[in-house]
């Protein structure tokens, strides 16, 4: 006698479609860079040779750093250091 095999049935599984891809963004070109770049605000000042010590410009006292920046900005424009 000739023995019958079992038969399986497997189930059949439908695939997902994947979701479609983003379409990925389109490249900037890259710029040349300046040889310099200006100061930012347009502001360029130059202490270059100036023989004034901290203490001749702001005093022997201490102050807060409000104080300091209206008289170094008084300095400079007394001095004309800036270039505006």
């Known amino acids: 006698m000739a ?5 399986i049935k ?3 599984t439908t ?3 994947a979701a479609p891809k983003k379409k990925a963004a389109p490249k900037k070109k890259a710029t ?6 200006p ?3 347009g502001y360029a000042i130059s202490f270059a040779g100036r023989t004034e010590t901290a203490e ?4 022997k006292k ?3 750093p409000s ?3 209206k008289k170094i900005w008084a300095f400079v424009k007394s001095k004309r250091l800036s270039n505006r």
Not at 3 to 7: A, G, I, N, Y
Request: glycine letters at 6%.
């Open 39 to 41: 100061a930012f605000g």
């Open 67 to 69: 104080e300091m920046t």
């Open 56 to 59: 001749q410009i702001f005093g």
């Open 15 to 17: 695939k997902k479609k």
């Open 10 to 12: 497997r189930k059949t």
């Open 62 to 64: 201490p102050i807060a």
């Open 32 to 37: 040349k860079s300046k040889a310099k770049k």
């Open 3 to 7: 023995v019958k095999k079992k038969t």
